[in-house]
């Protein structure tokens, strides 16, 4: 027996999630944007570290791996969180979506605290930016990043302030889930920073 496709009803198909992208497409030309603008820091990284092999494995020994695994945790968790405020409000939960978005936001706060600390602690080891090639490319790559996650931690009290007049529902989310698509970027982007420079994979 042949099997007959029966297609779904443009709503069934929008709440099932067929034929369409996550969030909007101005997030996702946003998103684009920012991997082709890492991707070309990544380039100028591995150029660097061709030309200065010795530095860079001497310079990722300086720096700290607590703080680079304190930020890989709150990104992670953060993202997590944001990621249940999407599937909560999916499943029609409001007021445990906006516990979860807040939750994220409360975790997010923590990666520029941390990386001011880190920053602290750099400077009093006397690592700066003239400290040679490797710390060159580390604080122009994680400064950048940082840019980044500010503009997505904006991002969250934009969203956030919606979600607690009553902006979304389980039906219409989209902002939600865009700020969850740049967030997660915003995650993976960290997740390569991190063994490229506190770890040297």
Not at 25 to 41: N, P, Q, S, T
Request: hydrophobic residues 50%; aromatic residues 16%.
């Amino acid at each position: 027996m042949t099997a007959i496709a029966i297609p779904l009803p443009e709503t069934q198909q929008e709440s099932s999630g067929l034929g369409r992208i996550p969030g909007n497409k101005g997030i996702w030309v946003g998103i684009c944007c920012e991997f082709v603008e890492f991707l070309v820091l990544f380039v100028v990284y591995f150029v660097a570290r061709a030309h200065f092999p010795e530095s860079f494995e001497q310079g990722a020994e300086r720096l700290s791996r607590l703080s680079g695994t304190v930020i890989t945790l709150l990104m992670v968790t953060s993202s997590f969180c944001i990621a249940c405020s999407v599937a909560t409000m999916r499943a029609g939960e409001r007021r445990r979506s906006l516990y979860w978005l807040i939750a994220g936001l409360v975790v997010a706060l923590g990666y520029p605290v941390a990386k001011y600390f880190e920053i602290q602690w750099n400077l009093a080891q006397g690592i700066n930016g003239e400290s040679g090639i490797f710390f060159t490319v580390y604080y122009y790559l994680t400064f950048n990043h940082l840019v980044h996650a500010v503009w997505g931690i904006l991002g969250i009290l934009w969203v956030l302030a919606r979600h607690l007049a009553g902006g979304y529902t389980a039906e219409d989310y989209s902002g939600l889930e865009a700020l969850a698509s740049y967030w997660h970027a915003t995650d993976i982007i960290w997740l390569i920073i991190f063994p490229l420079f506190y770890v040297l994979v």
